[in-house]
């Protein structure tokens, strides 16, 4: 029962260098989700995908793409990592209007 | 802005006591609540959902919301050392669009003193 998986766990990135976050669900959701979560912000929305083929901003969407492959898979794409980046990334999924369950978690650095 | 608070903690209370935490919210349109149990260094975990004024018990934990006064609970009966995280209150602002975009506390750090 895998429900939300995240790869990478860990990832070390200069300044400047670029990487995507993989996210995939299999409990059939249509709503997929990507936040962030820095110590004293609580967790923050970057990007989420109401269903398959759309995507939407959330409250902190600069510096990130997304792309919501099909149903199960979502992802995030940094083009240019900055050291305001380095946080913990969370990939969640849900029905919608439904609680989020959670992936767990890629700790990204950028120096 | 819509804006959901909790007081940071940490909060402690001692093995066997009942822990109170509590949780605000500004839009008075919200539709639902959630409350997420977070441990250090690990991925939040829903353990509570109420959509409607009133109790809602499950095991030691009751959440309770009061829509009026906009404002949800969680109380954690017979602590126990393994219920020390930080919780995190989440609420759905409104229906519609809006519905995808959850709003989170910064959460509040549960201490169960042995």
């Not at chain 1, 990832?11 to 249509?30: E, F, I, P, W, Y």
């Not at chain 2, 909060?11 to 949780?23: D, K, M, R, T, W």
């Not at chain 2, 004024?53 to 006064?69: I, M, V, W, Y």
Request: aromatic content about 10%.
């Amino acid at each position: 029962n895998a429900g939300v998986t995240q790869t990478p766990k860990f990832q070390v990135l200069k300044t400047g260098q670029s990487m995507t976050l993989q996210c995939a669900q299999d409990m059939n959701h249509n709503s997929m989700y990507w936040y962030r979560q820095d110590p004293g912000m609580g967790l923050r929305l970057i990007y989420y995908s109401a269903s398959e083929g759309t995507t939407d901003k959330g409250e902190v969407p600069n510096g990130y793409n997304v792309s919501r492959l099909n149903k199960r898979e979502f992802s995030l794409r940094l083009e240019s990592a900055a050291p305001s980046q380095t946080s913990v990334y969370f990939c969640a999924s849900s029905q919608t209007g439904a609680a989020l369950h959670f992936g767990n978690g890629t700790r990204l650095t950028v120096t | 802005q819509k804006e959901v608070e909790q007081n940071s903690g940490p909060l402690s209370v001692p093995e066997g006591a009942i822990a109170s935490l509590n949780c605000t919210y500004s839009d008075r349109g919200s539709q639902s609540f959630f409350w997420y149990r977070q441990y250090s260094g690990k991925s939040p975990e829903l353990i509570m959902s109420i959509y409607s004024n009133g109790d809602k018990e499950d095991g030691r934990f009751t959440a309770q919301l009061n829509k009026a006064s906009q404002y949800v609970s969680l109380l954690i009966r017979d602590s126990q050392p393994s219920d020390s995280a930080t919780y995190l209150c989440a609420v759905n602002p409104n229906s519609g669009a809006g519905s995808y975009q959850l709003t989170f506390g910064k959460g509040t750090k549960l201490s169960v003193i042995p």
